[in-house]
């Protein structure tokens, strides 16, 4: 058995529109994920997340799902128009009880809570008069949104994270087009991404002058990245799978913990980059107090200057084209129902990668995970290929502590199967399988599997 430091953090992860559900009750306002998934031809069989889990109904049952498998720490999210129906101005004070009653039922049970500010659901009203990412307008309502926020519930929490992937965000919102709000370009991710990254900063600014001293909280983001193999010992193939991660993590990770965009992306992108003037330098430098990260899958990466046709969105960390990177994947690597290669030592490299470059960061697994094709049977789910999933991963993260990297928690997406955004219900990522029929939930093996984990605080080492 692998045993981890005894203070290590296990846990799990949601986020507000892909299992709250009750997209209108009590006064939520919408969002822009309310109105794109209306949009003929957007979500997988025109599924929506009107209801979702029902998580917003179910919430008390929730936690003690979560306290059933011995959760130590759940990370939500809260939802910007369920606070402020209109993106600014008025407090819904019915959303504020929701959240806080979450908070402290969590915190009754001796959970963690992980709040984030922001996964993906922007308030409508922000997009339809104020142009959503696009006008640095975004920074101070963002920052208005949060300083309400920790208003509230900065009393009560420990950790708190501002907002979910900013890649997959712009990228796929403002790049590709296939999530909210819908738009493809290749100007406006970088545009996006720069907005986001400048109201994070201001975010965390106003929590270190008012709030941090409430309760020493801390405070970062999660960022996602996959691993990104050299296809090829060559060293145009190594230069193209750092550049690869140059464009994946370091647009963030560079900023926030080194103070620039990665040179690569300057030269490559030119006046399509925006720079930060030196007092925006300031405020985006070490605006994390850790390192939290999302990793799902690994790719081969080759040099490539022509001939992108191969660039799938969600395997492509960016536009090929920008990049002049390839990517591929080994036949022999098992896919889960994402069609996203499972290679746990993925992660452990990517560990060492961050280890190195941000200066041996302490470090969060934010969301980590899998859908397979889950079957209900006889009242069981029996997913062994989630467990075998989660164990190559868990082990990797236990062999890199083992080698000196600060790695203190992980947490699996998801606690439930929820909304899988463009795929709508038909990805299954959680420990608990969801009827969406009845919103009945059903413990699958895998959720047996981390309790004992949990418990013995130890991983079974891979034969
Ligand atoms: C994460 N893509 O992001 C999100 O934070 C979750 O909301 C999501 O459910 C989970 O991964 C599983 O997909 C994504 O490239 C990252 O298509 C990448 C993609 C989608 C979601």
């Given at each position: 058995m692998l045993l981890f430091p005894k203070d290590f953090l296990w846990g799990c992860s949601t986020s507000a529109y892909q299992v709250e559900g009750?997209?209108?009750?009590?006064g939520k306002g919408p969002s822009v994920w309310d109105v794109f998934t209306?949009?003929?031809?957007?979500?997988n069989i025109g599924?929506?997340?009107?209801?979702?889990?029902d998580h917003y109904n179910r919430m008390e049952r929730d936690v003690q799902l979560m306290a059933d498998i011995g959760i130590r720490a759940y990370r939500f999210s809260i939802s910007w128009s369920r606070i402020l129906p209109q993106g600014?101005?008025?407090?819904n004070k019915m959303g504020i009880a929701f959240y806080s009653k979450l908070i402290d039922l969590l915190l009754e049970k001796d959970i963690t809570p992980w709040p984030t500010l922001?996964?993906?659901?922007?308030p409508l009203t922000l997009q339809f008069e104020?142009?959503?990412?696009?006008?640095?307008?975004i920074v101070d309502a963002f920052t208005e949104y949060a300083d309400v926020c920790f208003y509230y519930f900065a009393d009560r929490i420990k950790y708190w994270l501002t907002l979910n992937e900013p890649y997959v965000y712009a990228?796929?919102?403002?790049?590709?087009?296939?999530?909210?709000?819908g738009r493809k370009s290749m100007t406006e991710p970088y545009l996006a991404a720069h907005h986001l990254l400048l109201a994070h900063a201001k975010i965390v600014q106003l929590f270190r002058e008012?709030?941090?001293?409430?309760?020493n909280g801390k405070i970062s983001l999660p960022l996602n990245c996959d691993w990104r193999e050299p296809l090829t010992y060559k060293p145009e193939d190594t230069a193209a799978a750092q550049r690869a991660l140059d464009f994946f993590l370091g647009w963030f990770a560079d900023p926030i913990?080194?103070?620039?965009?990665p040179e690569s992306m300057k030269v490559r992108l030119g006046d399509r980059l925006p720079a930060f003037s030196t007092d925006e330098k300031d405020m985006v430098?070490?605006?994390?107090?850790f390192f939290a990260l999302n990793h799902y899958t690994t790719h081969y990466a080759e040099a490539c200057?022509?001939?992108?046709?191969?660039?799938v969105p969600w395997e492509n960390g960016g536009f090929a084209e920008d990049q002049h990177v390839k990517l591929s994947s080994d036949p022999t690597w098992e896919k889960t129902e994402m069609g996203w290669n499972v290679v746990p030592y993925g992660l452990y490299k990517l560990l060492h990668w961050i280890h190195k470059r941000y200066g041996q960061p302490e470090t969060y697994i934010t969301e980590n995970g899998c859908a397979f094709n889950d079957q209900l049977d006889n009242g069981c789910v029996n997913d062994h290929q989630r467990i075998e999933f989660l164990r190559g991963y868990i082990s990797e993260c236990h062999k890199a502590i083992g080698e000196g990297v600060k790695l203190k928690g992980y947490f699996v997406w998801s606690l439930l199967d929820n909304?899988?955004?463009?795929?709508?219900?038909?990805k299954r990522f959680g420990l608990y399988y969801v009827?969406?029929?009845?919103a009945k939930r059903i413990p699958k093996a895998s959720a047996h599997w981390y309790c004992n984990l949990i418990k013995s605080n130890s991983v079974q080492e891979l034969k």
């Open positions: 009750a997209w209108d009750q009590d209306q949009i003929p031809g957007k979500i599924h929506d997340a009107r209801i979702a889990a600014q101005g008025k407090v922001f996964h993906w659901d922007l104020k142009d959503g990412l696009l006008n640095p307008y990228m796929l919102g403002y790049g590709f087009g296939c999530m909210a709000p008012k709030y941090k001293h409430i309760n913990f080194l103070g620039d965009y430098r070490g605006s994390a107090d200057s022509e001939g992108f046709e191969n660039a909304f899988e955004w463009m795929l709508g219900y038909s009827d969406f029929q009845t």
